[in-house]
């Protein structure tokens, strides 16, 4: 499968008072990502965890296009855990919030 053309969201996520396992728990209890597999489009997703646990959490997926990303933005799911997500972030800056990308070249 190519993944050009496809659809890449990024979100940065900064957990509060550097409790990085609280925040992976709650996306591993919750099966977040793989709901967005399930329900939405998304052909994969992955949270990544700063190795000096310094700075953001990462979440990445790729979507089979915009509108499957935005029915995931629109997910009920979404809104359900959305105050237990930000009971566990800090709020980030406008300029480290993420986005939406179009895949142009890929390998692999």
Request: charged share 20%; proline share 5%; glycine share 8%.
């Amino acid at each position: 499968m190519t993944l050009e053309g496809r659809i890449r969201s990024v979100l940065l996520l900064q957990p509060r008072d550097g409790d990085y396992d609280a925040l992976v728990a709650l996306f591993k209890q919750h099966d977040i990502l793989g709901l967005a597999m399930r329900e939405a489009g998304c052909l994969n997703a992955e949270l990544q965890v700063p190795v000096n646990r310094t700075g953001p959490i990462v979440v990445t997926a790729v979507w089979t296009s915009a509108a499957g990303y935005a029915a995931w933005r629109s997910h009920p799911v979404r809104e359900r855990l959305s105050t237990d997500i930000e009971r566990l972030t800090e709020r980030a800056p406008e300029s480290i919030a993420g986005g939406v990308y179009t895949i142009a070249a890929a390998v692999g």
